[in-house]
């Protein structure tokens, strides 16, 4: 297999964009190999520059349920470009999603649109600030809510749960009110509440995605909830990645735990900019123009995203036996690695969430991010090289969830256990 097209296109990148990507994961860095350039993609395939062909696991991160270039989706973005491509002005397309999510999701009474998931998080942050009056946040060690400055954040020394910046060019100012706490800990939760009485949110991804897949137990969701209530605190779900993907009515339908706020993205947008940030009417009321918290955006509730994501998620809501389809298929999958793995003397951990699946080379259950560093990364390097080659496109990152889209049949899924049997056999007889 020649991946001599890539190799050159990212050579001419990197001379021209910072890394030779617009976004860090994609460079492969972590498994290493070059990233490859794609030029299309068709169902549950993509094809990269030098004609090879694979099954795509990754799915843009997550937009993708129904796999690349759905009919559907592709058909009302046709018609929407020829009606124009921005207006800055509303259109019926906003409250058309609008009434769509707001009638899947309990928690969200009103919705305002952005164009990411970062956007929705920076704004539902500001949002809770604005509405408790109060600047401290507590984020969970291992979460990602995008790349905004306050969430930007890692361990402080010794005992502190307050944050220092995860990046240069984040002054530490802006993450003094960022407070962390480790995931499916609540002790440490109530630490950060006995270090500050001034807590805005806590934001947590209640199926966490960004440290392979580890959902949060329904116990820790529930003691959250009561912690928050106690204080006068909101509680943020971010389901930027699990939103749809999980469940079609959010984390809140299987852990009975209500949010106050949640930020969706990913699949919201089929594959179109969306992000999206909804919750209880009186919290809303707050956001600009209706009340005082300011947020804004010259292509928000873009016309062709809306018909995208309307598209996506009516289908979605038509055919809500599609996330216990896929999680059949997601199930198949990581349980039939996990066997070919096993008979190698290979230890794997594994899970799925509807469509989410992620799978670990580790001993122990994970449980938070500590433990999913635990993992064999080395390990996880040479099976996501030895799987490309085989045709099977998997995240690039041990700390990515993989996504089963509709157009992955159960032959598929077959042969990638197949093919990842080969791959163990080769990694340890070698
Ligand atoms: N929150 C979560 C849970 C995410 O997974 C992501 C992206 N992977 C974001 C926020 C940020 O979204 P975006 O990349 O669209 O800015």
């Given at each position: 297999?020649?991946?001599?097209?890539?190799?050159?296109?990212?050579?001419?990148?990197?001379?021209?964009i910072p890394g030779?990507v617009?976004s860090p994961v994609?460079a492969?860095s972590?498994?290493?190999?070059?990233?490859?350039?794609?030029?299309?993609?068709?169902?549950?395939?993509?094809?990269?520059?030098?004609?090879?062909?694979?099954?795509?696991?990754?799915?843009?991160?997550?937009?993708?349920?129904?796999?690349?270039?759905?009919?559907?989706?592709?058909?009302?973005?046709?018609?929407?470009?020829?009606?124009?491509?921005?207006?800055?002005?509303?259109?019926?397309?906003?409250?058309?999603?609008?009434?769509?999510?707001?009638?899947?999701?309990?928690?969200?009474?009103?919705?305002?649109?952005?164009?990411?998931?970062t956007?929705?998080?920076?704004?539902?942050?500001?949002?809770?600030?604005?509405?408790?009056?109060?600047?401290?946040?507590?984020?969970?060690?291992?979460?990602y809510h995008g790349h905004s400055d306050s969430l930007l954040v890692q361990a402080g020394s010794?005992?502190?749960?307050f944050g220092n910046p995860s990046s240069p060019g984040v002054p530490a100012d802006f993450t003094k009110h960022t407070?962390l706490?480790?995931?499916?800990?609540?002790?440490?939760?109530?630490?950060?509440?006995?270090?500050?009485?001034?807590?805005?949110?806590?934001?947590?991804?209640?199926?966490?995605?960004?440290?392979?897949?580890?959902?949060?137990?329904?116990?820790?969701?529930?003691?959250?909830?009561?912690?928050?209530?106690?204080?006068?605190?909101?509680?943020?779900?971010?389901?930027?990645?699990?939103?749809?993907?999980?469940?079609?009515?959010?984390?809140?339908?299987?852990?009975?735990?209500?949010?106050?706020?949640?930020?969706?993205?990913?699949?919201?947008?089929?594959?179109?900019?969306?992000?999206?940030?909804?919750?209880?009417?009186?919290?809303?009321?707050?956001?600009?123009?209706?009340?005082?918290?300011?947020?804004?955006?010259?292509?928000?509730?873009?016309?062709?995203?809306?018909?995208?994501?309307?598209?996506?998620?009516?289908?979605?809501?038509?055919?809500?036996?599609?996330?216990?389809?896929?999680?059949?298929?997601?199930?198949?999958?990581?349980?039939?690695?996990?066997?070919?793995?096993?008979?190698?003397?290979?230890?794997?951990?594994?899970?799925?969430?509807?469509?989410?699946?992620?799978?670990?080379?580790?001993?122990?259950?994970?449980?938070?991010?500590?433990?999913?560093?635990?993992?064999?990364?080395?390990?996880?390097?040479?099976?996501?090289?030895?799987?490309?080659?085989?045709?099977?496109?998997?995240?690039?990152?041990?700390?990515?969830?993989?996504?089963?889209?509709?157009?992955?049949?159960?032959?598929?899924?077959?042969?990638?256990?197949?093919?990842?049997?080969?791959?163990?056999?080769?990694?340890?007889?070698?």
């Amino acid at each position: 297999m020649s991946v001599d097209g890539s190799l050159k296109a990212f050579k001419q990148a990197q001379d021209l964009i910072p890394g030779g990507v617009n976004s860090p994961v994609r460079a492969f860095s972590s498994v290493g190999g070059t990233p490859l350039f794609i030029a299309e993609g068709s169902g549950a395939y993509l094809t990269d520059i030098d004609g090879n062909r694979y099954v795509d696991f990754v799915q843009s991160w997550g937009p993708l349920i129904f796999g690349h270039r759905d009919e559907a989706i592709e058909s009302a973005v046709i018609d929407a470009v020829k009606h124009g491509l921005s207006f800055g002005a509303p259109t019926q397309a906003e409250s058309d999603l609008a009434q769509l999510v707001i009638s899947m999701f309990d928690s969200i009474d009103k919705i305002r649109f952005v164009s990411s998931g970062t956007e929705a998080v920076m704004s539902a942050i500001r949002l809770a600030r604005g509405y408790t009056g109060r600047d401290d946040i507590v984020k969970f060690t291992g979460c990602y809510h995008g790349h905004s400055d306050s969430l930007l954040v890692q361990a402080g020394s010794g005992a502190a749960t307050f944050g220092n910046p995860s990046s240069p060019g984040v002054p530490a100012d802006f993450t003094k009110h960022t407070l962390l706490a480790e995931y499916n800990n609540i002790e440490s939760v109530k630490k950060c509440f006995a270090d500050s009485s001034d807590i805005a949110c806590v934001i947590i991804e209640p199926i966490a995605g960004n440290m392979g897949l580890v959902p949060a137990d329904k116990e820790f969701l529930h003691e959250l909830r009561a912690l928050c209530d106690a204080s006068g605190t909101l509680l943020i779900f971010d389901e930027v990645m699990s939103g749809f993907r999980a469940t079609i009515n959010g984390a809140e339908s299987i852990t009975g735990v209500r949010p106050d706020i949640v930020t969706l993205g990913k699949v919201i947008g089929g594959g179109m900019p969306v992000g999206a940030f909804g919750g209880r009417a009186d919290i809303m009321a707050k956001l600009s123009p209706e009340g005082p918290v300011y947020q804004a955006g010259t292509l928000s509730g873009n016309p062709v995203a809306m018909a995208a994501g309307l598209a996506a998620i009516s289908k979605l809501k038509k055919n809500a036996q599609v996330i216990s389809v896929l999680n059949e298929r997601a199930k198949r999958l990581v349980e039939g690695m996990r066997k070919e793995a096993e008979s190698c003397g290979i230890p794997m951990q594994i899970d799925t969430r509807g469509s989410m699946f992620g799978f670990f080379f580790n001993e122990k259950p994970v449980k938070n991010f500590a433990d999913a560093c635990n993992s064999d990364a080395q390990l996880f390097a040479k099976f996501h090289s030895k799987m490309l080659q085989e045709g099977f496109y998997f995240a690039c990152s041990l700390y990515e969830t993989g996504f089963i889209s509709t157009a992955i049949t159960d032959e598929m899924i077959e042969d990638t256990i197949k093919a990842s049997a080969k791959v163990f056999k080769e990694i340890t007889n070698n």
